[in-house]
């Protein structure tokens, strides 16, 4: 197996398409979740959820050059070197125009929630596990904000989407979108500033 034609490389922009799942579960670790109940009563109930949490960061493009030419494939180790040795003149990258997404972040939280007499309850959150990437947009938490809503699309988990720009700061809760082309119809809207060639 060889290395792909044409060195491609990408430069991440600061547009992010934040999506939260939300996971229900009624059992632990395969265990039945604790319950108590008294005369038929319901005392005391707990569940589990899940929430998996991605986001999708708008990348340029760039073409990879060795001393002003192309690379048709990775560089070898006289043109790492003379990289090393004159770092930033020897390898250049020129934007393409093209934009593609890059998963810049995936995280977990696992969230536990008991209910007592029906009527008393409490969550307690475990905190983002991260498995890929760090998270650029970890103080814009979907869920928890009574602004953002969590939409359930037939048999599928709930989601939550929005967007975010972590240069402006701006950001913007989706109310409605399609959960099939909700990647396609963040790249219409922002990739158009983002492609550009040089």
């Known amino acids: 197996m060889g290395f792909q034609q044409n060195v ?27 319950s108590l109940k008294i005369k038929g009563f319901s005392v005391l109930r707990s569940s589990h959820n899940q929430l998996m949490r991605r986001v999708l960061t708008i990348a340029q493009v760039e073409d990879v050059y060795f001393k002003g030419k192309k ?13 090393w040795l004159l770092p930033g003149q020897q390898l250049t ?3 393409t125009g093209e934009v593609t997404l890059d998963m810049t972040y995936v995280g977990k939280n696992n969230i536990f929630k008991g ?8 969550s307690i959150s475990l905190g983002f596990i991260d498995y890929i990437g760090t998270d650029p947009a970890k103080n814009h938490i979907l869920y928890g ?14 989601l939550a989407a929005a967007y975010y720009n972590s240069k402006t700061g701006a950001f913007e809760v989706l109310r409605q979108f399609n959960p099939e082309t909700l990647t396609d119809d963040f790249l219409r809207r922002f990739a158009p500033q983002y492609a550009v060639v040089g």
Do not use: C, W, Y
């Open 8 to 34: 491609k490389k990408v430069a991440l922009t600061p547009q992010h398409l934040i999506v939260e799942e939300m996971f229900t579960e009624d059992s632990i670790f395969a265990m039945k979740a604790p």
């Open 71 to 83: 690379l048709d494939g990775m560089p070898g180790g006289l043109e790492l070197l003379q990289e």
């Open 93 to 95: 990258t020129k934007k």
């Open 115 to 122: 209910t007592a007499l029906g009527a008393t309850s409490r």
């Open 145 to 158: 904000n009574s602004a953002v809503p969590f939409i359930k699309f037939g048999e599928a988990n709930a």
